[in-house]
């Protein structure tokens, strides 16, 4: 298995532009996560998905767009990048056994938006 | 809210010492805690599980262990190596947000060889 991967690994755009960060999964985990890691704040919940089909808000969901078609892939969507958004993201996924819920994460996709 | 600390933020120790990180967090209604490993620049490592029912587990020179009612966790690493030189991040489940984990801000450890 492959485990949860994430593209690209870094990206730089300008103010206003849009992306979309790809994450994918082998595992056929139905649970699956964005998070974003800043400097001194841990990592932080944008968007989160409980199986295909459904998809809920986060802590700072905010500027993010995320759908989930298949089991395997998450992509998160950034509509107007802002500077803000400068971060580290990652993807994780989970699933439910005897009510672990054990997180895998991806590598991280390093963005700057200047 | 649930907020995770982790003390030290850093830590430098000698290789061969054995080491403890703590993680301590403000609502004790959690699932389970989980301790993971970051290496500069990459992602993020599980380490170890702890169930909200369970005292502790052991994985090789890791043990953790977990004290729901008072809000606190520690990882002890034995016979610390210079690979073990990472940051080490503590994150409790929440059922807020459907499998939310909260992350402390993490301990750097340095192992000097």
């Known amino acids: 298995n492959a485990g949860v991967t994430q593209t690209p690994k870094f990206q730089v755009l300008k103010t206003g532009q849009s992306m979309t960060l790809q994450c994918a999964q082998d595992?056929?985990?139905?649970?699956m996560s964005w998070y974003r890691q800043d400097p001194g704040m841990g990592l932080r919940l944008i968007h989160y998905?409980?199986?295909?089909?459904?998809?809920d808000q986060g802590e700072v969901p905010n500027g993010y767009n995320v759908s989930r078609s298949t089991t395997e892939d998450f992509p998160l969507r950034l509509l107007s990048a802002a500077p803000s958004q400068t971060s580290v993201y990652f993807c994780?996924?989970?699933?439910?056994?005897?009510?672990?819920?054990?997180?895998?994460f991806g590598p991280g996709t390093r963005l700057t938006v200047t | 809210k649930q907020e995770v600390t982790q003390i030290p933020a850093a830590l430098s120790v000698p290789e061969g010492e054995n080491l403890v990180l703590n993680c301590s967090f403000t609502?004790?209604?959690?699932?389970?805690l989980q301790w993971f490993r970051q290496d500069p620049g990459k992602g993020l490592t599980s380490l170890l599980l702890?169930?909200?029912?369970?005292r502790e587990q052991t994985s090789g020179r890791l043990n953790a262990s977990l004290d729901k009612s008072s809000g606190r966790s520690t990882l002890y690493i034995a016979a610390s190596q210079p690979g073990d030189s990472a940051t080490y991040l503590c994150a409790v489940r929440q059922e807020e947000y459907g499998n939310k984990l909260v992350f402390g801000a993490g301990t750097i450890l340095r192992v000097k060889s």
């Open positions: 595992m056929n985990h139905e649970y």
């Open positions: 994780a996924s989970s699933y439910s056994y005897r009510g672990s819920y054990e997180q895998y």
């Open positions: 702890i169930q909200s029912s369970q």
């Open positions: 998905s409980v199986g295909a089909g459904i998809t």
């Open positions: 609502d004790s209604a959690i699932y389970n």
